[in-house]
T-cell receptor, first 111, second 113 residues
Framework: NAGVTQTPKFQVLKTGQSMTLQCAQD?????MYWYRQDPGMGLRLIYY???????DKGEVPNGYNVSRLNKREFSLRLESAAPSQTSVYFC??????????FGDGTRLSIL | DQQVKQNSPSLSVQEGRISILNCDYT??????FLWYKKYPAEGPTFLIS?????DKNEDGRFTVFLNKSAKHLSLHIVPSQPGDSAVYFC????????????FGKGTHLIIQP
């Protein structure tokens, strides 16, 4: 019962480098989400995908791109990493208007 | 502008007593509310939810109360147990429902033995 799996768990990047965070869910959910959590803050929505083939911006999309590869997978890409993107990134999935299931996060540091 | 507010960053409660965590919201379009629990180095775990058409929902030791006129909800944990020590997030869906959750900043609950 894997649920939502995120890779990698930890990553250190240099400013300007690019990387893709991977997320996969095995619950056959239509909707998938990417959030970031900064110290002392709640989770903030970066991008979401309401169904396969669609993506939309959330509250804090600048500096990120996403791809809904298929129903199971939703990736988040940083094209040119900046120190302000140092954060913990969470992927989640759900059916519409249902409780979201979260992965354990990717801890990303950008130097 | 924070649409979901948890004004207590931390709360300490004795084991066996009641824990009450509070949450206020400003967006009238919110119509479904959820509480999540989070341990360090893990993702948030869903605890309990309530629709805006209800004023109470109960699940075992956990009860959520919603006061729509005051735009306020609370989570009651009775009795509190050591394993309840965690950060609790209040979150809300708006009327559309497809555009993700809006979270509060969280309350760190500490259960004292």
């Amino acid at each position: 019962n894997a649920g939502v799996t995120q890779t990698p768990k930890f990553q250190v990047l240099k400013t300007g480098q690019s990387m893709t965070l991977q997320c996969a869910q095995d619950m056959n959910h239509n909707s998938m989400y990417w959030y970031r959590q900064d110290p002392g803050m709640g989770l903030r929505l970066i991008y979401y995908s309401a169904s396969e083939g669609t993506t939309d911006k959330g509250e804090v999309p600048n500096g990120y791109n996403v791809s809904r590869l298929n129903k199971r997978e939703f990736s988040l890409r940083l094209e040119s990493a900046a120190p302000s993107q140092t954060s913990v990134y969470f992927c989640a999935s759900s059916e519409r208007k249902q409780p979201q299931h979260f992965g354990d996060g990717t801890r990303l540091s950008i130097l | 502008d924070q649409q979901v507010k948890q004004n207590s960053p931390s709360l300490s409660v004795q084991e066996g007593r009641i824990s009450i965590l509070n949450c206020d919201y400003t967006n009238s379009m919110f119509d479904y509310f959820l509480w999540y629990k989070k341990y360090p180095a893990e993702g948030p775990t869903f605890l309990i939810s309530i629709s805006s058409i209800k004023d109470k929902n109960e699940d075992g030791r956990f009860t959520v109360f919603l006061n729509k006129s005051a735009k306020h909800l609370s989570l009651h944990i009775v009795p509190s147990q050591p394993g309840d020590s965690a950060v609790y997030f209040c979150a809300a869906y708006s009327g559309g429902g497809a555009d993700g959750l809006t979270f509060g900043k969280g309350t760190h609950l500490i259960i004292q033995p």
